[in-house]
């Protein structure tokens, strides 16, 4: 498996890098709604949003790219593979049904298991055409403020682990049963 090069805006290219690298508590907000939570909802729709993504080479070819290699975090343990789809992050939109990184775990045999999503906008290009913090029925995206170690602008993030079950919270930044150990570098 090939990390690609890749030339994108560098404060989206950042962003993403921060996200990464920071810790964040986790919350959900539990609205009932028709028996269902909020959560449950909005991980239904991202489950449907990226079914399709269960096979990467469909990500690729809807223009998402592997970033960052895999991406590990002590204890916190992983995030995984981020397939990051760059016109997406640089948008200022949130949709749930297109989100801006699928998010893999590298499996022993070779094989990737698609895991989450990632949703990111940057806070200036948000804040500037919303009055209220961004949220996906009714999830509120992570605020990671500037100035921070990476000097970057502050951006909004929501990670939603649709796909495996993360004991530390389907919204937590962090999964503490992902591993990037299976993960290899080129061929």
């Given amino acids: 498996m090939n990390v690609r090069p890749f030339a994108y805006s560098a404060a989206g290219v950042l962003a993403l ?3 990464w690298t920071q810790p964040q508590a986790t919350h959900a907000q ?3 709604r028709h028996g269902e939570t909020q959560s ?3 991980v239904g729709v991202v489950r449907a949003a990226t079914e399709r993504f269960r096979d990467v080479k469909v990500a690729e070819a809807e ?3 592997l970033t960052f290699g895999c991406v590990s975090g002590g204890e916190y343990g992983a995030m995984g593979l981020h ?3 760059f016109p997406l992050v640089l948008d200022p939109t ?3 049904t297109r989100p801006e990184i699928v998010i893999y775990e590298p499996l022993p045999n070779g094989r990737l298991r698609l895991i989450g999503a990632d949703y990111l906008v940057l806070a200036n290009d948000w804040d500037s055409k919303n009055p209220a913090p961004p949220e996906l029925m009714g999830q509120l995206l992570h ?3 500037s100035p921070n170690r990476f000097g ?3 951006f909004y993030t929501l990670h939603v682990w649709a796909w495996k079950d993360n004991p530390t919270g389907t919204f937590s930044n962090w999964h503490a049963k992902v591993s990037c150990d299976a993960f290899r570098t080129g061929d």
Wanted: no cysteine; glycine share 8%.
């Fill in 17 to 19: 890098a921060a996200v």
């Fill in 30 to 32: 539990t609205h009932t």
């Fill in 40 to 42: 449950g909802a909005l």
């Fill in 63 to 65: 223009g998402y790219t």
């Fill in 83 to 85: 397939y990051v789809n």
């Fill in 94 to 96: 949130l949709d749930p």
């Fill in 143 to 145: 605020l990671l403020e």
């Fill in 152 to 154: 970057l602008p502050t």
